[in-house]
């Protein structure tokens, strides 16, 4: 009988957990230095195309710093519900990681945009 993979010891899992980390830390520095680098009390936190020239809507850094928390919330939530889900099925902690990566892109590019119309 084939004694089962720890999560830990399987090389994907280990590869998707670094991505993730790798893209949460670097969106973290990333609006963290964008925001740093400018002496702005307001910036643009949202944008609600369906209000036509009230679209964008102005905040505080707080608003911006939630980017950063989300970052780590996904980070670490998508590692826990990974390693959970990893000894009912392999391919369903591959797949929370994966959409983890993704989220994490989305949110490296939302910041930015974000970021942009200041």
Request: hydrophobic share 55%; proline share 2%.
């Amino acid at each position: 009988m084939a004694t089962p993979k720890k999560y830990f010891h399987d090389h994907l899992v280990l590869l998707l957990v670094s991505i993730n980390a790798f893209l949460a830390v670097a969106g973290s520095i990333f609006i963290l230095i964008r925001l740093s680098g400018s002496h702005s009390t307001s910036y643009i936190v949202q944008y609600r195309p369906s209000l036509g020239a009230d679209a964008f809507r102005t905040g505080t850094v707080s608003g911006l710093l939630s980017f950063v928390a989300f970052a780590l919330l996904v980070l670490t939530a998508h590692t826990i519900l990974s390693h959970r889900a990893y000894h009912i099925h392999r391919q369903l902690a591959l797949a929370i990681l994966a959409l983890g990566i993704l989220l994490l892109v989305l949110t490296i590019i939302v910041s930015n945009a974000l970021l942009m119309l200041r």
